[in-house]
């Protein structure tokens, strides 16, 4: 008959290879598992960017439109300006005029670089998250100078707002009211 030791050890290294079976099923599980628990939890990542991409994209838009708002009003100011001075359509009026086009223009441009990302990008989701975070740092980037032209024509227009308003209260028939 076989030696007993034998049989239990057969028998305990069968049990043995089964239970090792069985823990690399459930490590595979697991893995599997976390896997699909990390995707969703970049994929959710990736969707929340996205959503950041399209407002940021939006404020662009939105500070350009004011920039050129903005701008129309400079234009008026400084023909109201050059107007009181008896120097209408003066080169020094058309280089405040070139100079506020070409604000216009940077603005514009800011504005296409945004563009495309006013909607939201579903085909961004099947690329790298750090494409998606690349692409919403350059958009804050174009916002923040959207928003730096903003705020230079604002305080310009400002000035000469407080030159034309100068200019009317010395003009003879302001102060006769």
Not at 30 to 39: G, I, R, V
Not at 79 to 88: P, R, S, V, Y
Not at 106 to 115: G, M, R, T
Not at 132 to 159: P, T
Request: overall charge positive; glycine content about 6%.
């Amino acid at each position: 008959m076989s030696d007993p030791v034998a049989i239990i050890s057969a028998i305990a290294a069968i049990l043995s290879a089964i239970g090792g079976g069985i823990a690399c099923i459930a490590a595979f599980r697991s893995a599997k598992h976390a896997k699909d628990t990390f995707d969703a939890g970049e994929l959710s990542e990736k969707r929340l960017l996205l959503r950041q991409l399209s407002i940021t994209a939006h404020e662009v838009a939105v500070e350009v439109d004011r920039i050129k708002w903005v701008a129309q009003g400079l234009h008026i100011s400084y023909k109201t300006l050059f107007t009181f001075a008896g120097q209408f359509n003066s080169s020094r009026q058309q280089m405040y005029e070139r100079d506020i086009d070409a604000k216009m223009r940077e603005a514009d441009n800011l504005l296409e670089k945004a563009k495309p990302f006013t909607n939201f990008q579903d085909s961004l989701l099947n690329g790298p998250l750090e494409e998606i975070a690349s692409r919403e740092v350059k958009i804050a980037q174009a916002l923040l100078r959207a928003r730096i032209i903003r705020e230079k024509l604002e305080g310009e227009q400002r000035s000469v707002e407080v030159q034309n308003q100068a200019n009317q209260e010395r003009t003879p028939s302001s102060r006769g009211k």
